[in-house]
């Protein structure tokens, strides 16, 4: 059963112009106005599964693909019930309307693809390989649902398609702490709440599968009906890096997904424990450092992947080690040994012919 990541805090809104942008707290500490001068997210697509997207808010007009219902095999649509994937969209991608008001998305020129149902692990997995075949470089997992094969493998060949997945770490801290499915894969970037002090948020679900944070608490996001809504969780933490993520794609098109998702937590703020720890992962998210870091050295090799296979060990003695025969010395004895093997064929031939 899909469990939401997104706690509403108070109830949706009409939309107010002045207001609503002045709300986005998060802006000024991760330097947002900054990184869009550098960029804006243009020609990347950011798969949103979720509850769908009402792509006739304001703030969404022109952000949203047409995406896909997966049970009926037909577009999305702009139906969206709860809510919860319209705050996504509007935090990744939105454009905001009039003059400068309300909801800027972290890359607004971005492209959202709404994909949905996300309350079956079936039907989250063909969504999954939908996103892949139409073109979606980063996706978003911010639901809770039950682990599977079919969902691991679909995540995998996410991973091998060259696709950042991110999801959420859950808001159960209070009430188990338990694993969240989706985002405790291993292929899943997964992301807990801060709040406005760098605090790791108290409903936010801690451990080892924990890899970044970043602010999730007192976010104002878009709402069906032209509302908003005030709104705190650890999805609303993912889709913020899914947003830096795709900033970083368009900003730095020859990275591959590792190589994203490695910029996203090695220049993360350290907080907490020192170096990595349960509750912060790697870091809070530095999204101008994740965007302007050096650019990895060219190398032939084959980009790197997580569990990596071991290198061989060296099959013959390090340069410099006496012990042992010398390789050349054994091939020079062998031919040595044929040579003599054969002549003493051939003189026992001859005195055999007399």
Do not use: C
Not at 1 to 19: C, E, F, H, W, Y
Not at 59 to 65: E, P, Q
Not at 90 to 105: L, Q, W
Not at 315 to 343: E, H, S
């Amino acid at each position: 059963m899909l469990t939401a990541l997104l706690i509403v805090a108070g109830s949706a809104v009409p939309a107010r112009a002045d207001s609503i942008r002045d709300k986005q707290w998060y802006w000024s500490p991760m330097k947002v106005s900054e990184a869009q001068k550098i960029t804006k997210g243009e020609g990347v697509v950011v798969a949103v599964l979720d509850t769908g997207v009402d792509a006739g808010h304001p703030d969404l007009r022109g952000a949203v693909l047409p995406g896909r219902q997966i049970v009926q095999n037909k577009p999305a649509g702009n139906d969206d019930s709860v809510g919860h994937g319209t705050g996504m969209a509007g935090i990744i991608a939105g454009r905001g309307h009039g003059s400068g008001d309300g909801i800027r998305g972290i890359a607004p020129q971005a492209k959202i693809l709404p994909i949905r149902p996300v309350n079956d692990t079936f039907f989250v997995a063909q969504g999954i390989r939908w996103a892949v075949d139409h073109g979606a470089k980063v996706i978003t997992l911010a639901f809770q649902i039950d682990p599977s094969e079919n969902l691991q493998s679909a995540l995998k060949e996410a991973a091998a398609a060259d696709v950042v997945l991110i999801g959420a770490a859950g808001n159960e801290a209070d009430k188990g702490n338990a694993l969240e499915y989706p985002g405790a894969y291993p292929q899943v970037l997964t992301v807990g709440a801060v709040d406005r002090r760098n605090k790791v948020a108290a409903f936010s679900n801690h451990g080892p599968q924990v890899d970044l944070a970043a602010p999730g608490v007192d976010i104002t996001v878009p709402a069906p009906g032209n509302t908003y809504a005030e709104v705190e969780g650890s999805s609303v933490s993912a889709a913020l890096v899914a947003g830096a993520a795709a900033l970083i794609r368009a900003e730095h098109p020859d990275l591959t997904a590792a190589q994203v998702v490695d910029r996203l937590t090695s220049t993360a703020i350290d907080r907490g424990a020192k170096g990595r720890d349960d509750y912060y992962g790697e870091g809070q998210l530095d999204l101008m450092a994740a965007l302007t870091a050096p650019e990895p050295k060219a190398t032939t090799a084959d980009p790197a992947t997580t569990n990596a296979p071991a290198a061989a060990p060296p099959t013959t003695p390090a340069d410099g080690d006496d012990d042992g025969i010398p390789p050349l010395l054994i091939v020079a004895a062998g031919v040595l040994l044929l040579a003599v093997a054969a002549l003493a064929v051939f003189l026992l031939a001859r005195r055999r012919a007399r």
